[in-house]
Structure formats: C-alpha cells, structure tokens
C-alpha cells in the first residue's frame, strides 16, 4: 500500500491523538522539495485553512505535483471555495436529505426542533447516525477529511453551506470520532510496518460478496489475487463502501455486473480521472450497456448482426407497422437488460404490442430482432485486441436462451471452452472487429454461427471469467494474461508514456 504521510500546520494540532512517524508539518512536506522516493505515497492534507494560497493550498498543489494522491485534492479545494460550484452538485443530495427526514422520526424532530442544523463530518463519517447514508455521499463528492454542512428549512430541507475544516474545528467528541474515521480511512495509521512481501503496484478489485451472478466466482478471484502476486501487484478486494480508498491504489478491476446507473460506473468514472488503469473503464461501459448504441455503432460500421428495428415510445403508428411486417417469432429487448434479463420472444404481432408496452415503462426506445435459434452463442474474451479464450454456451434446456429466469432463479446451459486456434476464422474475425469500435480494454463477444453466417449479438464490457469454465482451457495463463495486461499500462502510466 501507499506510504502515509499526514500533515498538520504545527505538530501541537495533533496533540490529542496519539504519536506517530508518518506526522510532518506543511513548512517540513513543502520544504523537502521534489523527492526521489519511488514508493506511492498518500498524503493526508489537515492543515487548518485551504485558502488560496495559503500552506494548506499549497500542501495540496506541490502534492499533486510531486505525484502523491492527496485528500483533499485541489479540485476538490475549488469546488468548495463558492457554492456557485458544490451547489451544482446538491440536487441529489438534498433529495436523499428529505427523504431521510421523511422516514426517521428522531432526525425530523431534531431538524425541525432548530430549523437548522450543523453536522461535523469526519472522513465521511458523523456521530449523527440518522445521517450516515448522506455523510458518506457527501464524502464521495467531495472528498476532504473534515467538512461542517450546515442544513436549513425553506420549502424543503436543503444544505446550505459545506465547509473544509482543520483540526483546530473538532469538539472532543468530534476528536474522538476523526481519530476513528482516520485509522478506518488509512488503515495504516498507529499499526506496525507490515512485513508481508513488498509489491511495485496495488491493484483493487470491485466485487459484491452479495450478487448472485457475479462475473467471478470466489476461485477465479483468487487466481486473479495469484496471477497479480506472480507478477509483482498486490491484489486486493473492495466493495462498494470503499470508494473513497480508491485513489490509493495504482489499478481498477471491476468484477461487479456494471451499468451505468449503479456505483461501478461511478468507480470507473473516479478511477479514470485519479489516473489509474480501470477495466471497465467508463466509455466502454457507456458503448457497451446499451444495446441501442451498440446496434446503431455495428451497423454503421457494417458489422453483421441480426436483422434489427428500433421501436420508439409514443410511435404508436409507426409500432403497429413494425408489428404488421415483421417476421415471427422474433426477439424484444431492453436497451440495458443483463445474463438474459429483458429480453423476451414473441410469437406474434399481438404479443409483440404488448410486451413493447410494458417495457416501454423502462426506456423510451426497444430492439426488436430476428429470432436466430442456435443451439450454442460463441463467447470471445478479447484482451487489447487479442483474443485470450473461447467458450461455447449452450442453450438452458428446453428455454431458447442460455439463461432462463422464469423459475425465479437463474438458470443456465452448458457451455465447452476451447483452445483459439480451434475457433473458426470467421467468428474471431467478427468479434475482433466489433472490440475494436469500443475500445482496447476487456472485453466479451457474443456471436451466433449458422452455416457460413456469423453475427454478433451484443459486446460485453464485463465479461464472466470464472474458474473450470472461461478458464478451462488455459488455467493459470488466463489470469496471468489479464494480470499481464494491467501489468504494462501501469509500467507505461509509471513511465509517463500512459
């Protein structure tokens, strides 16, 4: 992990916590200059003013410079210098804000006992425990380790100021409270040096312990923990509660099913910004999640897929023509649908009407395609533009999909993996050229074969690899190719060539 340094205006600040090495002033961290260290370093910014200008300012801007990750970042800084700018960011907030009061009754009574209300937040934590959920959204929009919000009540409650703080702000409770969210925020601070291997790189990776079908099973994670050891990257799982952390490490893995309206786009977005090397990174996550984007960009490209017509909400004429004409049975999808999920075949016009209604609840245009039954979809995992394994899955038995939820739980097919050289040249020619309009990243290619034909069904951003199934064929390489990959973009973001 990054070396920690925390810095402080004079070392009588932090007289109420307990010692240690990793504590220098702003005049000692600014005046060391430029180093030469090769170690990551985190630098924790807790000087009492962040004005412009000013040591803290400055503890931020030359931290930067000296590329350490620091908290709080100048822009961050910036940002909560005018509320014509954090403002911009409060819509949402305030709404989760209300609706808190709306359902707790000790947090109404206290807001509306004093018409306002002041809150210390330390590192994303509060001793108001009603406000947890939004002190750690504020946190992860505005990442500084204390922060004043003061609430008031106009029509509705709304937040009124968000305030950098020093040390010098802390109550004795507060006191208590930071030296806590500190030690839970380093996880270095006051323990002994570890003395485990040291690794060049940290790389995390974003699972969900509670998702049922994850892209990785808990095996594969663990060759992926192996591969990145061999390779001299410390491997490490988080969630989705650590998304402050993030900055500290050097790479991203998002091993959670991804979408652009959940968290992981969100750690994908932070992750590309703070410079780390992220699969998913955010724009193949934006081409690949939608299958209306998808299926606009393969065709302009000339990619072969099945036959598609794009429904749109209100279009009530232009649907039934569409409905009229088009061969059955055929198969509707939703625009972000996931392993199956939204997409439905209908048999004839009358149930295509219907279930386009319903489903125009979720999104404002659908995909209608030809139904092109197969008895397997090929799957191609491209890497940078290589293709690194082969798997066929077979239809669930007795359903048209590989997936079948009309149980209630996810049912699947079979599946064969098979070495690339086996592949026939057409399908990986189709696939590779499909990869190669999102991106260079990781990606999974779904294509069906029938006769001479191929086409591609969709490109997957986040692509299952899960152990004695994708890695079957190749074992361990698998996970040392992935590994390999995250390997040399750091080496070339290291070398300033990234």
Same mark, same amino acid.
Request: a neutral charge; charged letters at 25%.
């Given at each position: 992990?990054?070396?920690?340094?925390?810095?402080?205006?004079?070392?009588?600040?932090?007289?109420?916590?307990?010692?240690?090495?990793?504590?220098?002033?702003?005049?000692?961290?600014?005046?060391?200059?430029?180093?030469?260290?090769?170690?990551?370093?985190?630098?924790?910014?807790?000087?009492?003013?962040?004005?412009?200008?000013?040591?803290?300012?400055?503890?931020?801007?030359?931290?930067?410079?000296?590329?350490?990750?620091?908290?709080?970042?100048?822009?961050?800084?910036?940002?909560?210098?005018? #509320?014509?700018? +954090?403002?911009?960011? %409060?819509?949402? =907030?305030?709404?989760?804000?209300? $609706? /808190?009061?709306?359902? !707790?009754?000790?947090?109404?009574?206290?807001?509306?006992?004093?018409?306002?209300?002041?809150?210390?937040?330390?590192?994303?934590?509060?001793?108001?425990?009603?406000?947890?959920?939004?002190?750690?959204?504020?946190?992860?929009?505005?990442?500084?380790?204390?922060?004043?919000?003061?609430?008031?009540?106009?029509?509705?409650?709304?937040?009124?100021?968000?305030?950098?703080?020093?040390?010098?702000?802390?109550?004795?409770?507060?006191?208590?409270?930071?030296?806590?969210?500190?030690?839970?925020?380093?996880?270095?601070?006051?323990?002994?040096?570890?003395? #485990?291997?040291? +690794?060049?790189?940290? %790389?995390?990776? =974003?699972?969900?312990?509670?998702? $049922? /079908?994850?892209?990785? !099973?808990?095996?594969?994670?663990?060759?992926?923990?192996?591969?990145?050891?061999?390779?001299?990257?410390?491997?490490?799982?988080?969630?989705?509660?650590?998304?402050?952390?993030?900055?500290?490490?050097?790479?991203?893995?998002?091993?959670?099913?991804?979408?652009?309206?959940?968290?992981?786009?969100?750690?994908?977005?932070?992750?590309?910004?703070?410079?780390?090397?992220?699969?998913?990174?955010?724009?193949?996550?934006?081409?690949?999640?939608?299958?209306?984007?998808?299926?606009?960009?393969?065709?302009?490209?000339?990619?072969?897929?099945?036959?598609?017509?794009?429904? +749109?909400?209100?279009?009530?004429?232009? =649907?039934?023509?569409?409905?009229?004409?088009?061969?059955?049975?055929?198969?509707?999808?939703?625009?972000?649908?996931?392993?199956?999920?939204?997409?439905?075949?209908?048999?004839?016009?009358?149930?295509?009407?219907?279930?386009?209604?319903?489903?125009?609840?979720?999104?404002?245009?659908?995909?209608?395609?030809?139904?092109?039954?197969?008895?397997?979809?090929?799957?191609?995992?491209?890497?940078?533009?290589?293709?690194?394994?082969?798997?066929?899955?077979?239809?669930?038995?007795?359903?048209?999909?590989?997936?079948?939820?009309?149980?209630?739980?996810?049912?699947?097919?079979?599946?064969?993996?098979?070495?690339?050289?086996?592949?026939?040249?057409?399908?990986?020619?189709?696939? =590779?050229?499909?990869?190669?309009?999102?991106?260079?990243?990781?990606?999974?290619?779904?294509?069906?074969?029938?006769?001479?034909?191929?086409?591609?069904?969709?490109?997957?951003?986040?692509?299952?690899?899960?152990?004695?199934?994708?890695?079957?064929?190749?074992?361990?390489?698998?996970?040392?190719?992935?590994?390999?990959?995250?390997?040399?973009?750091?080496?070339?973001?290291?070398?300033?060539?990234?």
């Amino acid at each position: 992990m990054a070396r920690l340094k925390i810095i402080v205006d004079k070392t009588i600040d932090w007289l109420a916590y307990y010692p240690t090495e990793d504590l220098f002033t702003a005049h000692d961290y600014l005046a060391q200059g430029s180093s030469t260290e090769t170690a990551a370093t985190q630098v924790i910014n807790l000087c009492n003013s962040y004005r412009y200008l000013s040591y803290g300012y400055y503890t931020s801007l030359l931290a930067e410079a000296r590329g350490h990750k620091v908290i709080p970042s100048i822009r961050t800084i910036n940002d909560l210098g005018k #509320k014509s700018i +954090y403002g911009l960011n %409060l819509e949402n =907030l305030n709404a989760l804000l209300n $609706k /808190l009061v709306s359902r !707790d009754a000790l947090l109404k009574a206290e807001l509306e006992e004093n018409q306002r209300l002041e809150v210390t937040l330390c590192f994303g934590q509060t001793r108001f425990t009603p406000l947890a959920d939004l002190a750690r959204q504020i946190f992860e929009q505005f990442p500084c380790p204390v922060l004043s919000i003061t609430f008031r009540k106009n029509q509705d409650w709304q937040i009124e100021a968000i305030r950098p703080e020093g040390l010098k702000h802390l109550t004795g409770e507060d006191e208590d409270l930071f030296a806590k969210a500190l030690d839970s925020y380093s996880r270095k601070i006051w323990r002994k040096p570890s003395t #485990k291997k040291k +690794y060049r790189y940290d %790389l995390a990776i =974003l699972v969900d312990p509670q998702e $049922k /079908l994850p892209p990785s !099973d808990p095996v594969a994670l663990k060759a992926f923990i192996k591969a990145g050891n061999k390779l001299g990257i410390d491997v490490e799982l988080i969630e989705k509660k650590d998304f402050s952390h993030l900055a500290e490490y050097d790479a991203l893995f998002i091993r959670e099913t991804t979408s652009i309206s959940n968290h992981t786009y969100r750690f994908a977005k932070k992750a590309e910004v703070e410079g780390l090397v992220v699969f998913d990174d955010p724009t193949s996550i934006l081409r690949c999640c939608n299958k209306v984007y998808l299926a606009d960009l393969l065709a302009s490209k000339g990619i072969p897929m099945p036959q598609t017509t794009f429904l +749109y909400k209100d279009h009530i004429k232009e =649907l039934r023509q569409v409905a009229k004409n088009m061969a059955y049975p055929a198969v509707l999808k939703v625009p972000d649908g996931a392993f199956s999920k939204g997409v439905v075949k209908v048999n004839d016009q009358k149930e295509l009407l219907e279930q386009a209604a319903h489903y125009f609840k979720q999104s404002a245009i659908l995909l209608v395609q030809e139904f092109m039954y197969t008895d397997y979809d090929w799957r191609i995992g491209v890497l940078n533009n290589k293709a690194i394994f082969a798997c066929q899955y077979f239809m669930t038995k007795g359903h048209w999909q590989i997936y079948n939820h009309s149980s209630g739980e996810a049912e699947s097919g079979g599946f064969a993996t098979l070495p690339i050289h086996q592949v026939p040249a057409q399908v990986l020619k189709t696939a =590779l050229k499909a990869t190669k309009l999102i991106g260079d990243g990781l990606y999974g290619v779904d294509l069906k074969q029938s006769g001479d034909r191929v086409v591609v069904i969709e490109v997957n951003d986040n692509p299952n690899i899960d152990s004695d199934v994708e890695d079957l064929y190749s074992k361990e390489d698998l996970y040392l190719q992935v590994m390999g990959e995250f390997l040399r973009r750091m080496e070339l973001r290291s070398s300033g060539h990234g």
